[in-house]
């Protein structure tokens, strides 16, 4: 069965503090999809990166990085010197078999103070 | 390009009562989905649609109902509802082929009492 865990139920950290989103997930498929999302405090859902199973080149989009690494199954997200505008709650995801839907995890949510 | 739109934002019911969602997308995208959202359980896909006139159960399918008549709506109907149906309830869609991402709506927060 496919399935996405993001352990990290919640994280705290202080401004510019690097913080770390782990996502492990499992699938019988060689061929797939890792996405993740962010919902701010606003509720809506904001798309961040689509990696597949075929590329494990890490990825750094300013202040956000991505880890991907098929030989543990997960697919972490670094914030560098997070910043209060960060705290969200963020979603790990992982496409179903037929490829019709997502498989998400339950979020793990960060709070960032200044 | 209004994107995902959702009708309405917010809606309290009564148990026992009846209401429909509506998702409409104006990216002629051709998949379409519902989530609800509860605290602690991440997404759950409710069902989805791959194309006008189909539609398909997801994990949470129980209580609720979908119609895709037209390629740009996608409807999600509580025939009687429960209380345990309170959630905020996401659409999204997206372009066929790779599994690209999916585009949300802005979410409807139902209460039921």
């Known amino acids: 069965a496919q399935k996405v865990t993001q352990a990290q139920t919640e994280i705290s950290v202080v401004e510019k503090e690097d913080v770390t989103l782990d996502c492990v997930y499992e699938?019988?498929?060689?061929?797939?999809?890792l996405f993740w999302y962010k919902q701010p405090p606003s509720g809506e859902l904001v798309f961040l990166i689509r990696?597949?199973?075929?590329?494990?080149q890490n990825e750094i989009s300013g202040r956000y990085s991505w880890n991907f690494q098929k030989s543990t199954s997960s697919f972490n997200f670094t914030i560098t010197a997070s910043q209060v505008v960060d705290s969200a709650v963020y979603f790990c995801a992982l496409n179903n078999q037929a490829g019709t839907a997502l498989i998400f995890g339950k979020g793990t949510t960060l709070s960032v103070s200044s | 390009n209004a994107g995902v739109t959702q009708t309405p934002k917010f809606r309290v019911l009564k148990t026992g009562q009846s209401m429909t969602l509506l998702c409409a997308q104006d990216m002629n995208h051709e998949y379409m989905y519902w989530y609800r959202q509860d605290p602690g359980m991440g997404l759950r896909l409710i069902h989805y649609?791959?194309?006008?006139?189909?539609?398909a159960k997801g994990e949470v399918p129980d209580g609720y109902n979908v119609s895709r008549l037209k390629k740009q709506n996608f409807l999600l109907g509580l025939e009687s509802a429960a209380p345990s149906q309170t959630s905020v309830y996401f659409c999204a869609s997206r372009p066929p082929g790779l599994p690209y991402e999916q585009y949300f709506g802005p979410g409807t927060r139902l209460t039921v009492t």
């Open positions: 990696r597949n199973s075929f590329d494990e």
């Open positions: 649609s791959v194309g006008e006139g189909t539609t």
């Open positions: 699938t019988r498929d060689t061929t797939y999809y």
